[in-house]
């Protein structure tokens, strides 16, 4: 079944996970493959908590099989970190990196720490580079190259390529697409032949209601300061749509760590609720294609991410994508 065999039903097909250090652009990449904000995005590190699932179908003209469908896993940035909820991020990263059929680190080319190799030797990410013979093949992203000298980009793509045997390394920018296609047939190439796992059209296993709290909770990274936004969860508490699927009523409530940061979150006379809440239905309005009505609520449950418990009732471990 190894061998391709001309049989249709057979195609490339496997789980790719999308691996590296917070803020290399994971999430930015999945959204771009796979055109749709399907995973919250932000200039802060540590923005996605969970590993999220994107399915993806591409073509690989004149070769046999001619199309993949690739599973790509989004994963937390990889760092050392106490606390359940830090933990659970971790956990979740390497878990993907282990089960998946194709490793995709994804390098920042314009990071210091990204530009050095030997920064995954260290032990908060060495797990990621997967070692010996025989082991789940890894492509390295050079992302960020939109920003960099392409001069400087040589030695990084020859360092790169040295970290494990039939590494590959293909520079790309997540942000504005460059040679994000062919980074996708070089995973593409890697997986092994056999029957699509997902069926297809079908792009991820989240519900529409989670994707809604990362787009809003992608609205408290860019609104809020530097820490308040790792000490927020989102949970949508009502959905009521029209018969007809053109309205959404979406009721939110924005969970914090303590009494103190819940004036925080509402801001003077309510000023910033009300600006993250026109900021986040233009987004999901736009990502879920139709007219939605917002309501945002601010609730205190204390140190909600200390308790393992408490991470689950928020949806942290709820998801299905395992390979
Ligand atoms: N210039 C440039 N910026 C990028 C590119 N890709 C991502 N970014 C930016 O990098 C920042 C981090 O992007 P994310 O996609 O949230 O990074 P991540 O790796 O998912 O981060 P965590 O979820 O925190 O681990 C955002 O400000 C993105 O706009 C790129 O190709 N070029
Ligand atoms: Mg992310």
Same mark, same amino acid.
């Given at each position: 079944?190894s ?21 290399? %652009? ?7 493959v ?42 937390? %940035?990889? +760092? ?26 994804l ?115 860019? +609104? ?14 009502t ?21 103190s +940061? ?6 003077? +006379? ?6 993250l ?16 009505h ?12 200390r ?9 942290? %471990? ?6």
């Open positions: 079944m061998e391709p065999t001309g049989d249709i039903s057979e195609i490339r097909a496997g789980f790719c996970a999308i691996v590296g250090l917070p803020n290399v %652009g994971k999430s930015t990449l999945l959204n771009r796979l055109e749709r904000r399907l995973v919250a995005v932000s200039s802060k590190p540590q923005t996605t908590r969970d590993r999220i699932l994107g399915v993806h179908a591409v073509e690989l003209p004149d070769e046999t099989p001619d199309r993949a469908q690739i599973a790509y896993l989004d994963t937390p %940035g990889v +760092q050392d970190g106490r606390g359940p909820l830090r933990r659970y991020m971790r956990e979740a990263s390497l878990a993907a990196a282990a089960e998946a059929d194709v490793v995709l680190l390098v920042d080319a314009m990071d210091r720490r990204g530009r050095a190799p030997d920064r995954f030797s260290e032990a908060d990410v060495a797990p990621l580079v997967p070692k010996g013979e025989g082991v789940t093949p890894i492509v390295v992203g050079l992302n960020k190259v939109d920003r960099v000298p392409k001069l400087e980009l040589l030695p990084l793509i020859e360092a790169w390529s040295a970290i494990a045997p039939n590494t590959e390394v293909v520079p790309i920018s997540a942000l504005n697409g460059d040679n994000v296609a062919s980074l996708e047939r070089v995973i593409a190439r890697r997986m092994p032949v056999g029957p699509p796992l997902f069926p297809e059209g079908m792009i991820t296993d989240r519900s529409s209601q989670f994707i809604a709290q990362e787009i809003i909770r992608e609205q408290l990274y860019h +609104q809020l300061g530097k820490e308040l936004p790792y000490a927020c969860a989102v949970q949508v508490e959905w009521n749509e029209k018969p007809d699927r053109s309205e959404l009523s979406i009721g939110a409530v924005i969970v914090v760590e303590r009494a +940061q819940k004036p925080i979150v509402v801001g003077r +006379q309510g000023h910033r609720i009300r600006e809440g026109i900021a986040a239905r233009t987004a999901l309005a736009e990502a879920l294609g139709k007219t939605v917002l309501s945002l609520f601010v609730k205190v449950l204390e140190e909600w991410s308790g393992e418990a408490m991470l689950r009732r928020l949806g942290y %471990g709820g998801g299905e994508s395992k390979p």
